[in-house]
């Protein structure tokens, strides 16, 4: 269960370090991360946390991204998958949350920084909000 006001964030990837530049924003957002790198730690980290976002940096071990768009669909998740490019990465939504959204089209980095700050936005101000 989320507290009020915190959003969830899972980082997939090698290293966490491949995340410097959205760590930053998520800090000054007060989100709360979590750092997986085998789809053995994604599975555990998601029977106990519910995230409403997530970014993948690569193909993930013991699995592929399919396998954790399966597992977060209908969820309240956003995810994001990286795509290495020749200066830098694009970010390819996956699903928008719960909902899958491929085919959409890719972000490039400062794009990216823009849409996950107004995601941060959306989702503070959902999950902060008075229960009626």
């Keep these: 269960m989320t507290c009020k006001g915190v959003v969830r964030v899972l980082l997939v990837?090698?290293?966490?370090?491949?995340?410097?530049?959205?760590r930053q924003l998520f800090k000054?957002?007060?989100?709360?991360?979590?750092?997986?790198?085998?789809?053995?730690e994604i599975a555990e980290m998601l029977i106990a946390t519910e995230f409403d976002i997530v970014l993948s940096t690569h193909r993930i071990?013991?699995?592929?991204?399919?396998?954790?768009?399966a597992?977060?669909?209908?969820?309240?998740?956003?995810?994001?998958?990286s795509l290495r490019v020749e200066e830098g990465y694009?970010?390819?939504?996956v699903l928008r949350v719960g909902?899958?959204?491929?085919?959409?089209p890719a972000l490039r980095g400062g794009e990216f920084v823009?849409?996950?700050?107004?995601?941060?936005?959306r989702i503070q101000s959902t999950i902060s909000a008075p229960l009626p």
Excluded at 71 to 81: K, N, P
């Design 114 to 121: 823009q849409v996950l700050d107004q995601l941060l936005k």
């Design 61 to 69: 071990s013991g699995g592929r991204i399919h396998r954790l768009v």
């Design 71 to 81: 597992l977060l669909s209908g969820s309240r998740a956003s995810v994001f998958y």
């Design 13 to 22: 990837g090698e290293e966490p370090c491949e995340f410097f530049l959205y």
């Design 28 to 40: 000054r957002s007060d989100c709360q991360c979590h750092f997986a790198k085998s789809e053995r």
């Design 99 to 104: 909902k899958e959204c491929l085919g959409t």
């Design 90 to 93: 694009w970010w390819l939504p």
